[in-house]
């Protein structure tokens, strides 16, 4: 094939073979390489490990005027990548945050040069004064935009840099522009292809059966998951395995608590940057078998042989944790993916809704602020009292959403835009994503084939996978799990049948007398309180006393008229009205006594 000029042009399959080293393509990768390398916008929505990169890269490598700048949200991926295309002897090289100035400044003269086929950028870059101006002087051929769903407000993982990226990247056409991602909805799809503006793009979506990942999922308590946890890594080829924690304290936790049974290192976004590698290349190298991490770790990150992913708590999204559970099974054998949640889960993620979208009156209250000269983070803070983190998701999307700006000299100045409905929008969709993620676990359909109509794909075969819980039954390890489930199921009733006769009562002397007792530990105990108390049935009441000049906190526990109720339902105790009145009569007595108590006291003085 050669180009308008005459010019010879390697075939994509010579390029496959001689730079690549690979044989053959994988489904469907032929197809998506050809259009790129024909100059059309492409969106690629492909499962992780499916070998999405290649669609870009050879494209550029197998085109004449072939130069690519890459946009991809992650150090850590943007160096795995740069790093694997040097080995084959492509040039390539970075530009972020984590490299010197130096570093940086060689990468723009080796681009002016044309010495480099791949840069590759964060999308903060582009909003560096003059950098655009200097990749404009300079174009690349083709644009990749690697994790795109990452530009849609409707996605799991929204960025608000990536939202400035159709505007910017408008400046470096006639580049083509090829969006990756391996998590996108219909919904996300079509957001991608309009904010990236792009040009009659030829689409492909498909590839996201798995057929070698088996799903389970149990409904299970908070304190019975390490528990559980253990059961099921215990079990021959689960190792190595990926452990997803809902928060940096309970990963750290966890890890303390495997560490004795098995090689394990931990990773969150709070660790510094050199522990996180170090962690991570120990994973990679094998020296680690669990890996327990937050959402913070795995994407970039490319290990064959991980035979089980199991998340701790309920995942925020259905494309949060097919992504996740995709790095399971790359070499294309048997692994697992376990999912263990509870009603109570949803307290974490209340939690994080309220820090990353506030309340709209809170970003009301921001924007007064800004209306009356607050003109950064910093004054925002001290004119409101508001935490900086809250302040800074505020600011964020009201920037977002039209509510303000950066003006001259980097100041905040308010805007006429209408922000509130499509906030609420944006806010709404979270609570939709977290609620058909529990829809998903809930569901008897066959897991994979849930998650293949939830993306969309357009060449699936329909069929139910065979392999999952709803298909074929919980697995050895889950059967051992399982009666752990109804040991705790057996505790609820008997944690709340223990709270019959008390208004309220201290849950440590509670736990002390009914469950330690049993061998029970007290992260057990509080998992099982927290789920009686998300289903309405027990309330807990923060309490605190001052002794020897310290104040100690602790907390009481009490059946709430619903609980009282359905143990009524049950058998178990008599109903709400004539338990009130034993409650009133056993006060009325107590009160008795106390009196008597003091007069008898009075008395011995005289």
């Given at each position: 094939?050669?180009?308008?000029?005459?010019?010879l042009?390697?075939?994509?399959?010579?390029?496959?073979?001689?730079?690549?080293?690979?044989?053959?393509?994988?489904?469907?990768?032929?197809?998506?390489?050809?259009?790129?390398?024909?100059?059309?916008?492409?969106?690629?929505?492909?499962?992780?490990?499916?070998?999405?990169?290649?669609?870009?890269?050879?494209?550029?490598?197998?085109?004449?005027?072939?130069?690519?700048?890459?946009?991809?949200?992650?150090?850590?991926?943007?160096?795995?990548?740069?790093?694997?295309?040097?080995?084959?002897?492509?040039?390539?090289?970075?530009?972020?945050?984590?490299?010197?100035?130096?570093?940086?400044?060689?990468?723009?003269r080796?681009?002016?040069?044309?010495?480099?086929?791949?840069?590759?950028?964060?999308?903060?870059?582009?909003?560096?004064?003059?950098?655009?101006d200097?990749?404009?002087?300079?174009?690349p051929?083709?644009?990749?935009?690697?994790?795109?769903?990452?530009?849609?407000?409707?996605?799991?993982?929204?960025?608000?840099?990536?939202?400035?990226?159709?505007?910017?990247?408008?400046?470096?056409?006639?580049?083509n522009?090829?969006?990756?991602?391996?998590?996108?909805?219909?919904?996300?799809?079509?957001?991608?292809?309009?904010?990236?503006?792009?040009?009659?793009?030829?689409?492909?979506?498909?590839?996201?059966?798995?057929?070698?990942?088996?799903?389970?999922?149990?409904?299970?308590?908070?304190?019975?998951?390490?528990?559980?946890?253990?059961?099921?890594?215990?079990?021959?080829?689960?190792?190595p395995?990926?452990?997803?924690?809902?928060?940096?304290?309970?990963?750290?936790?966890?890890?303390?608590?495997?560490?004795?049974?098995?090689?394990?290192?931990?990773?969150?976004?709070?660790?510094?940057?050199?522990?996180?590698?170090?962690?991570?290349?120990?994973?990679?190298?094998?020296?680690?078998?669990?890996?327990?991490?937050?959402?913070?770790f795995?994407?970039?990150?490319?290990?064959?042989?991980?035979?089980?992913?199991?998340?701790?708590?309920?995942?925020?999204?259905v494309?949060?944790?097919?992504?996740?559970?995709?790095?399971?099974?790359?070499?294309?054998?048997?692994?697992?993916?376990?999912?263990?949640?509870?009603?109570?889960?949803?307290?974490?993620?209340?939690?994080?809704?309220?820090?990353?979208?506030?309340?709209?009156?809170?970003?009301?209250?921001?924007?007064?602020?800004?209306?009356?000269?607050?003109?950064?983070?910093?004054?925002?803070v001290?004119?409101?009292?508001?935490?900086?983190?809250?302040?800074?998701?505020?600011?964020?999307?009201?920037?977002?959403?039209?509510?303000?700006?950066?003006?001259?000299?980097?100041?905040?100045?308010?805007?006429?835009?209408?922000?509130?409905?499509?906030?609420?929008?944006?806010?709404?969709?979270?609570?939709?994503?977290?609620?058909?993620?529990?829809?998903?676990?809930?569901?008897?359909?066959?897991?994979?084939?849930?998650?293949?109509?939830?993306?969309?794909?357009?060449?699936?075969?329909?069929?139910?996978?065979?392999?999952?819980?709803?298909?074929?039954?919980?697995?050895?390890?889950?059967?051992?799990?399982?009666?752990?489930?109804?040991?705790?199921?057996?505790?609820?009733?008997?944690?709340?049948?223990?709270?019959?006769?008390?208004?309220?009562?201290?849950?440590?002397n509670?736990?002390?007398?009914?469950?330690?007792?049993?061998?029970?530990?007290?992260?057990?105990?509080?998992?099982?309180?927290?789920d009686?108390?998300?289903?309405?049935?027990?309330?807990?009441?923060?309490?605190?006393?001052?002794?020897?000049?310290?104040?100690?906190?602790?907390?009481?526990?009490?059946?709430?008229?619903?609980?009282?109720?359905?143990?009524?339902?049950?058998?178990?105790?008599?109903?709400?009205?004539?338990?009130?009145?034993?409650?009133?009569?056993?006060?009325?007595?107590?009160?008795?006594?106390?009196?008597?108590?003091?007069?008898?006291?009075?008395?011995s003085?005289?």
């Open positions: 094939m050669t180009d308008q000029s005459g010019r042009l390697s075939s994509i399959d010579h390029v496959l073979h001689e730079v690549f080293g690979f044989s053959e393509f994988r489904p469907r990768q032929r197809d998506v390489c050809l259009s790129a390398w024909r100059g059309n916008d492409v969106l690629l929505v492909m499962p992780t490990g499916a070998g999405k990169s290649l669609c870009y890269q050879l494209p550029t490598v197998a085109r004449v005027d072939g130069r690519a700048l890459v946009v991809s949200p992650l150090i850590a991926l943007i160096e795995d990548q740069v790093g694997k295309l040097r080995a084959l002897g492509i040039a390539a090289d970075r530009i972020h945050s984590g490299r010197s100035r130096p570093d940086s400044w060689e990468a723009c080796q681009w002016r040069a044309g010495q480099l086929q791949f840069l590759f950028v964060a999308p903060e870059r582009l909003g560096v004064p003059g950098f655009l200097f990749l404009e002087e300079h174009k051929a083709l644009i990749a935009v690697d994790e795109a769903h990452c530009i849609s407000m409707w996605g799991h993982d929204f960025r608000a840099d990536y939202r400035q990226l159709g505007p910017r990247l408008a400046r470096l056409r006639p580049a522009i090829v969006a990756l991602t391996a998590t996108a909805t219909p919904e996300v799809q079509r957001d991608i292809v309009d904010q990236l503006n792009l040009k009659r793009p030829d689409i492909f979506i498909h590839g996201f059966r798995r057929k070698n990942i088996a799903i389970d999922v149990m409904e299970i308590t908070p304190g019975a998951r390490t528990e559980s946890l253990i059961e099921v890594l215990k079990d021959q080829g689960r190792l395995a990926i452990v997803y924690a809902p928060t940096r304290k309970i990963a750290e936790s966890t890890a303390a608590e495997l560490k004795d049974k098995f090689t394990c290192g931990v990773f969150h976004a709070g660790m510094p940057t050199g522990d996180r590698q170090t962690v991570q290349d120990a994973f990679l190298g094998g020296s680690i078998d669990v890996m327990v991490a937050t959402i913070a795995g994407m970039g990150v490319d290990k064959a042989n991980v035979r089980t992913v199991i998340h701790l708590a309920m995942p925020g999204s494309e949060g944790y097919y992504q996740e559970i995709g790095r399971a099974g790359r070499d294309g054998q048997l692994c697992h993916a376990i999912l263990m949640y509870a009603p109570i889960d949803r307290k974490t993620h209340d939690y994080f809704l309220e820090l990353n979208y506030p309340d709209p009156a809170i970003l009301e209250r921001v924007l007064d602020a800004v209306k009356q000269g607050s003109s950064d983070r910093d004054e925002v001290g004119r409101l009292g508001l935490s900086p983190d809250i302040v800074k998701s505020a600011l964020e999307k009201l920037l977002i959403h039209g509510g303000i700006r950066v003006g001259s000299e980097h100041r905040l100045e308010t805007m006429d835009g209408l922000w509130e409905r499509s906030y609420l929008r944006q806010r709404r969709h979270r609570v939709e994503q977290l609620a058909k993620a529990f829809s998903f676990a809930q569901s008897k359909v066959c897991r994979m084939l849930n998650l293949i109509h939830h993306f969309g794909d357009r060449d699936d075969s329909e069929e139910s996978c065979g392999i999952c819980d709803v298909c074929r039954g919980p697995s050895s390890a889950t059967k051992m799990v399982q009666q752990l489930i109804t040991e705790d199921q057996t505790a609820q009733e008997t944690l709340l049948e223990g709270l019959i006769p008390f208004q309220s009562k201290t849950s440590g509670f736990f002390r007398e009914m469950f330690e007792p049993q061998g029970w530990s007290r992260r057990r105990f509080e998992g099982i309180v927290w009686l108390e998300a289903k309405g049935l027990l309330f807990q009441s923060a309490q605190s006393f001052t002794k020897n000049g310290k104040q100690i906190d602790y907390s009481r526990i009490g059946l709430t008229d619903d609980g009282r109720a359905y143990l009524h339902d049950r058998g178990r105790a008599p109903s709400v009205s004539e338990q009130r009145k034993k409650i009133e009569d056993r006060q009325r007595s107590s009160t008795r006594k106390s009196k008597a108590r003091k007069r008898s006291y009075f008395a003085l005289k």
